[in-house]
């Protein structure tokens, strides 16, 4: 069967490959094939499709049987969705200094949700209980935001993992101080591969409250959701969503990408694979002299040390971002779709430029 007819037309190689981001992969051939067959014919808007309800049970499957998904457009929107819904209009956001939501969410947490981030500095983007006491403290004080909810991110920022039971203990002693934990999953199908566990283990298994479910770095065009998982921590999570400009019209198209991602395994196949890109990057790199990775490669994600000037030239041939560009540290990201024959280039290439 022919292409459907467009007048679009395509504007970029699509052979050029990069390791900026795994945002910058396109969406996995599984998903555009479930978005094909979502389309056609007339489906209620605004989440009461038939997509939509079927995606709840594949989330229960998941994240256990009071798990409900909300699903969002982006993943900024489901940070500040999912902590307006377990903060009051006083309430304060414990996290790493290093988290998303204080770096990389241009304030959208402070500007449109309306908290105070308490940031710690930690050694490897992980918080652990003493960390959060450096922050959890002054409840009865008027005049301090009021701590409320603790926010982890998994995979971290700089590509280190929670083990299951480093969550139990910040979960419990976050519930010990009447706290609720959000956990950031942009990129939790990449923990569970490297972990090798369910992704309820770490999760509702260990007592995480409410869920940034990500989908975009792991193969889907777009949509991320919102995952409630102890209902008694949130209410009116519907119109926090329509608030805060997140409920999609067409929502059956967001929820058909879960959905293809999350019913059997390719959400699994897709992490897993760029988690063994960057452990193949990995390897090639600590084989080259003067190039220093920086911490552990866990997930899908390197960050080295190496002279600024050899960054800046080889980023004329592959694409990717300094992380602190003066002290010299980069960011290399594997996606679903980065290849071995990638992976080697680009290690040919960095030789080449530590050589000159």
Request: aromatic share 8%.
């Amino acid at each position: 069967m022919n292409p459907p007819k467009t007048d679009a037309r395509r504007h970029h190689d699509p052979e050029l490959r990069g390791f900026a981001s795994d945002n910058y992969a396109g969406a996995h051939p599984e998903v555009m094939a479930a978005l094909a067959l979502a389309n056609g014919g007339h489906q209620v808007a605004y989440g009461e499709d038939a997509y939509t309800e079927n995606l709840q049970g594949i989330i229960r499957s998941h994240f256990g049987p009071t798990a409900e998904a909300f699903p969002v457009f982006n993943g900024t929107g489901a940070n500040v969705v999912a902590l307006q819904a377990v903060t009051d209009r006083w309430g304060a956001v414990i996290c790493a200094e290093s988290a998303h939501i204080n770096v990389d969410e241009g304030g959208a947490p402070e500007r449109m949700g309306g908290l105070k981030l308490l940031t710690v500095p930690t050694p490897d983007g992980k918080l652990t209980p003493e960390l959060i006491d450096k922050q959890a403290w002054g409840w009865e004080d008027e005049h301090r935001a009021m701590p409320q909810v603790v926010s982890i991110t998994q995979s971290t920022e700089l590509g280190t993992l929670y083990t299951p039971e480093e969550i139990r203990a910040i979960c419990e002693h976050a519930h010990a101080h009447g706290m609720k934990v959000h956990l950031d999953g942009s990129r939790i199908a990449n923990a569970a591969a490297s972990l090798n566990v369910p992704m309820r283990t770490f999760t509702n298994a260990v007592g995480v409250d409410i869920l940034s479910l990500g989908g975009t770095k792991n193969g889907a065009l777009f949509g991320e959701a919102v995952v409630v998982i102890n209902p008694d921590a949130v209410s009116h999570m519907k119109h926090l969503r329509k608030l805060s400009m997140q409920l999609a019209s067409k929502m059956r198209f967001v929820s058909v990408q879960l959905e293809a991602l999350l019913a059997k395994d390719l959400w699994l196949r897709n992490a897993r694979h760029a988690n063994e890109m960057a452990q193949r990057l990995a390897e090639g790199v600590r084989a080259v002299h003067g190039v220093e990775i920086l911490y552990p490669v866990q997930s899908n994600g390197i960050f080295a040390q190496l002279p600024h000037d050899v960054s800046v030239r080889l980023q004329k041939r592959f694409r990717f971002y300094f992380w602190d560009e003066a002290a010299g540290v980069v960011r290399w990201m594997c996606g679903f779709d980065t290849t071995e024959e990638d992976v080697d280039a680009f290690v040919a290439a960095l030789k080449e430029e530590m050589a000159r």
